[in-house]
């Protein structure tokens, strides 16, 4: 499927009343909530940056910005979500192919999530 910043920006505006009306109770729970996130994948959200040989529409980092702000802007806690989501579907791309069949292939929507923070410590030998 091929997507347009237009298209991306049309499918926020579809799902802006289900984020704003959960916005408070994902502030509540601190997680974004099943149905904010139902809407962020049904609507595509996460396939911005994804490579497109595996479902993805491979869109630019500008898009992918545009969308975390507007999405931000009534519920910043999808936002944060969409944007770290985002990030590794992005990092994704770079990797093996076989490694992005297993998260995303047969179509899924391979949601990934963790932290590109350094680990440890380095020491001299």
């Given at each position: 499927m091929n997507s347009s910043a237009e298209e991306?920006?049309?499918?926020?505006?579809?799902?802006?009343?289900?984020?704003?009306?959960?916005?408070e109770a994902c502030v509540q729970a601190r997680s974004?909530?099943?149905?904010?996130?139902?809407?962020?994948?049904?609507?595509?959200?996460?396939?911005?940056v994804q490579?497109?040989?595996?479902?993805?529409?491979?869109?630019?980092?500008?898009?992918?910005?545009?969308?975390?702000?507007?999405?931000?802007?009534?519920?910043p806690s999808s936002g944060w979500i969409l944007m770290v989501m985002g990030a590794h579907h992005f990092c994704l791309g770079a990797w093996p192919e076989r490694a992005q069949d297993e998260v995303f292939g047969d179509g899924r929507d391979g949601l990934v999530s963790g932290t590109l923070a350094w680990q440890g410590q380095a020491r001299k030998r």
């Open positions: 991306i920006a049309g499918r926020v505006a579809t799902i802006t009343p289900t984020l704003a009306a959960n916005a974004v909530v099943p149905g904010s996130m139902r809407a962020m994948v049904e609507a595509g959200l996460f396939r911005i490579p497109a040989r595996v479902g993805g529409y491979e869109l630019g980092l500008r898009i992918q910005y545009d969308t975390v702000t507007a999405v931000s802007q009534v519920c």
